[in-house]
């Protein structure tokens, strides 16, 4: 696959978020795979396109983002000729990346658990309280929402460890937050 095309187009819909997002994602699963041989061009391709449908570009109302995103991901791999194994796999990986079944690929369960991991945490909780801006009590109750959609998807014994630890810093963090703030937010 063209990578600088696909580099520029998740640049264009999603920004700085989308492309760092990604490559937090490679990073994880990478560290999850613990060496086990898995398809790095099919993970790469999804770490870009799995939320392009949560973008404006692509966003639909009454539609999931991860169905809108593999949508959207499987027109532009027809128009790009891919070879059926490669789409079917990073199409799957794109629909199951906040969960699916248990006798899924291999891919699709490493991204899954990595990209829970970057909703969790520090990191996830920041995250979460960037998109929905100016509204922090919206924000604290998209954080358990999220944290519990997350723990349900991870499939991995490492992944849930790193996963409890994350759980809680976040809970630590969010202690702070409701002392600091009286609770009043
Ligand atoms: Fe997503
Ligand atoms: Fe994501």
Redesign the pocket.
Known sequence: MEHKEIVHLTQEYGGDWAICHAGRILHWVEILAEGKPYDKEAVWVAAHL??WG?YPAWIQEGVE??DRSREVAEGFLRERNCPDPFRDKVLEIIQC??GGPAERSFESCLFTDA?ALDLLGVVGTLRIFCMVPRNLKGAIMAVQRFREMSLKAITFEKSKEIAQKRVEETDYLLKKFDEETFGIY
């Open positions: 799995h939320d949560g983002h991860y990346h906040h990209d």
